[in-house]
């Protein structure tokens, strides 16, 4: 392993590249120069896109809105859960390839006027690059961060800079589930600190019933994995101020090694324990959520 990081960094002075980067953009922490390789999020140095929707209104009512986002969905995974919906591009990285400079290009290239936001969707391994492709870039709609909540602090602080409204999974409290589930055994003491750190940058604001600045923790409830959920819930009644959920019930099984969905008796135990502790600002999904026609075609 040693050897094959002196290559990297060799090749990476040879070819002239000097952006900062050996990548420690997310908390994996793969310390290899995407100029040469790639990391667990098997994406290089470009922002690679892999789905464009306009007017797109699957978000909750207050980040869609009337007129829906544009969304834009990222190549890769910094955490690629075996049961991800978006298993085609989050595993297998499809999509096309921008340069900094040309993914501003095609971001402006929109007539950004005819969204409520721009929907960024799994950009937490993109991070730097779209920093820099938004610096100084002035936008008629809030930035909504969509991401998975596995991020470093000194990240979420610079992102705070550009980003308008998290929209954020919490999705594990148990380790030994997370490094099943996305080998990530840290996911819960990494999430929990970056997801508090949001809610104490972004105070939730809302303007006609829009999410202008703020944070929204979005949480899945998975199928025999309810008192994990509960504990989650929990850890953000106990946590975060005020805080605004999303507690959804839409788990398709589609990889690994969940395979069923959820009961009726599993939604209600959960939002039923969500009411209990009084999480009561956000929103909860029905029994129908669970369904493959919600899923992108990629």
């Known amino acids: 392993m040693t050897r094959l ?24 922490s793969c310390n290899i120069d995407r100029a040469v390789a790639k990391g667990f999020c098997r994406e290089g140095e470009k922002i690679r896109v892999a789905k464009v929707i306009e007017n797109f ?12 986002a544009l969304a834009i969905f990222f190549s890769g995974c910094n955490l690629r859960c075996e049961f991800c919906q978006n298993y085609e591009i989050s595993h297998i990285g499809k999509g096309k390839q921008f340069t900094i400079n040309e993914f501003r290009d095609f971001l402006l290239s929109f007539d950004l006027s005819k969204f409520d936001c721009i929907d960024l969707i799994t950009p937490s391994h993109f991070s730097l690059q779209l920093l820099e492709a938004l610096k100084g870039v002035s936008l008629p709609v809030p930035i909504v961060w969509n991401s998975n909540g ?4 000194e990240m979420i602080k610079k992102l705070c800079s550009r980003v308008d409204v998290f929209l954020v999974d919490f999705k594990f409290y148990d380790s030994a589930l997370s ?18 750190l949001m809610c104490e940058k972004k105070e939730n604001i809302f303007k006609d019933r829009l999410m202008k600045q703020g944070v929204l923790i979005r949480h899945l409830i998975l199928p025999d994995h309810v008192k994990d959920s509960m504990m989650i819930l ?15 019930s839409q788990f398709t099984p589609c990889k690994g090694s969940l395979q069923r969905k959820l009961t009726p008796l599993e939604i209600k135990t959960v939002l039923s324990f969500a009411e209990r502790i009084g999480l009561s600002q956000g929103y909860y999904q029905d029994e129908a959520s669970a369904n493959d026609a919600f899923i992108p075609k990629f």
């Open 5 to 28: 990081c002196l290559v990297f960094i060799y090749n990476a002075k040879r070819k002239g590249y000097n952006k900062g980067m050996l990548c420690t953009q997310c908390p994996r």
């Open 57 to 68: 209104t699957w978000e909750e009512p207050c980040i869609s809105g009337k007129k829906g």
């Open 150 to 153: 596995y991020e470093t602090e």
């Open 179 to 196: 490094e099943k589930l996305c080998g990530a055994r840290d996911y819960f003491s990494v999430a929990s600190k970056a997801i508090k």
């Open 234 to 248: 929990q850890h953000i009644k106990d946590n975060i101020k005020n805080p605004f959920v999303s507690i959804m």
